[in-house]
């Protein structure tokens, strides 16, 4: 069973610093990862998918990169602003007959202006 | 547009009651879900439909009863909760497996329930 791990839990840091999450996985075989963020009480945003072929994408002051072979992806939130300020989750689509994606249980980040 | 839109925004019901949750989108995505999020947990898969038929039933209790009327449309009919049902419903579509687009999910608003 597909078991997704984010460390930090928690993150606070001063505006305008450069940050990154971290996000492990123990299965390997997976289809894709997406990168979530959730404001309180809030649905979830997408921010970023990588196919399992790829190794990064980017979004404005977003990049994420996928190491399959090691289980590991990492977001790095560049110059961080206070609206910033969220949980953010990681989970990884497992592929074949499973199209539910599975959860790690967030970094609440809180960026200080 | 890539909105997916949940009603109602909150709901409040007793242990008796029967009720829906609703979700739409206008994306052409054939594969829909629920998923529930406990307060401060990650969200938890449910129910997947991929072209219009359930192909995933995560274990659920019988009192959630999902309906995909068509590709647009998913609904959740709850009956005879628990006060431990309390949480946030997500719906969230996207393509089905193997098919375009790297099937990256989209989630609304979600439903905030409560069961007295």
């Known amino acids: 069973k597909q078991e997704v791990t984010q460390i930090p839990a928690a993150l606070s840091v001063p505006e305008g610093e450069n940050l990154v999450l971290n996000c492990s996985f123990t299965?390997?075989?997976?289809?894709?990862l997406q990168w979530f963020r959730q404001d309180p009480g809030k649905g979830l945003t997408s921010l970023l998918l990588?196919?399992?072929?790829?190794r990064e994408q980017t979004s404005g002051r977003l990049n994420a990169s996928l190491d399959k072979s090691s289980g590991r992806s990492t977001l790095y939130i560049a110059a961080s602003q206070p609206g910033d300020s969220a949980t953010y989750l990681c989970a990884v689509h497992s592929g074949g007959g499973a199209d539910g994606l599975t959860f790690g249980k967030g970094t609440h980040l809180i960026i200080q202006p | 547009d890539t909105e997916v839109t949940q009603t109602p925004k909150h709901l409040v019901m007793g242990m008796t009651n029967k009720k829906s949750l609703k979700c739409e989108q206008h994306m052409g995505h054939r594969a829909m879900y629920w998923y529930k999020q406990k307060a401060k947990k990650p969200p938890e898969l449910m129910f997947v439909y991929s072209y219009e038929k359930l192909s995933i039933n995560e274990s659920v209790p019988s009192r959630f009863s999902p309906e995909c009327p068509n590709s647009s449309l998913l609904n959740l009919h709850l009956h005879a909760l628990q006060p431990e049902d309390s949480a946030l419903y997500l719906c969230?579509?996207?393509?089905?497996f193997g098919r375009g687009a790297y099937n990256e999910q989209f989630f609304g608003p979600g439903t905030r329930l409560t069961v007295l």
């Open positions: 299965d390997s075989a997976i289809y894709n």
């Open positions: 990588i196919q399992s072929s790829q």
């Open positions: 969230a579509s996207s393509h089905p």
